[in-house]
Nanobody
Framework: QVQLVESGGGLVQAGGSLRLSCATSARTFSSYAMGWFRQAPGKEREFVVAFSWSGGLAYYVDSVKGRFTISRDSDKNTVYLQMNSLKPEDTAVYYC?????????????????WGQGTQVTVSS
């Protein structure tokens, strides 16, 4: 059974930073490409960032470029999302997700495994 376990959410003031973590098994880490989505209240779940299948490239939604950074630690089978210069509009539940090879990095339907989500709240 594939498990993705997020952590690191919380409450932060605008301009602050948070780092989210997504831990999984070694098999999942090597078999899927990882990404992050978010869902704000009353809105659709949206793509934030994802690795390419090889892990050598990262694709960001325009609204977070220059502020968010995705990274990975193969020894820990963990993917991170460093979020800087946070804005109130970044407030959402953030989800880690995994997709198989050959699928679109930004399409929600590509992702076959999801974490439980972690709340990020940015106050103004």
């Amino acid at each position: 059974q594939v498990q993705l376990v997020e952590s690191g959410g919380g409450l932060v003031q605008a301009g602050g930073s948070l780092r989210l973590s997504c831990a999984t098994s070694a098999r999942t880490f090597s078999s899927y490409a990882m990404g992050w989505f978010r869902q704000a209240p009353g809105k659709e779940r949206e793509f934030v960032v994802a690795f390419s299948w090889s892990g050598g490239l990262a694709y960001y939604v325009d609204s977070v470029k220059g502020r968010f950074t995705i990274s990975r630690d193969s020894d820990k089978n963990t993917v991170y999302l460093q979020m800087n210069s946070l804005k109130p509009e970044d407030t959402a539940v953030y989800y880690c997700a995994a997709r198989p090879r050959g699928t679109s990095h930004s399409a929600r339907a590509s992702y076959v495994h999801w974490g439980q989500g972690t709340q990020v709240t940015v106050s103004s």
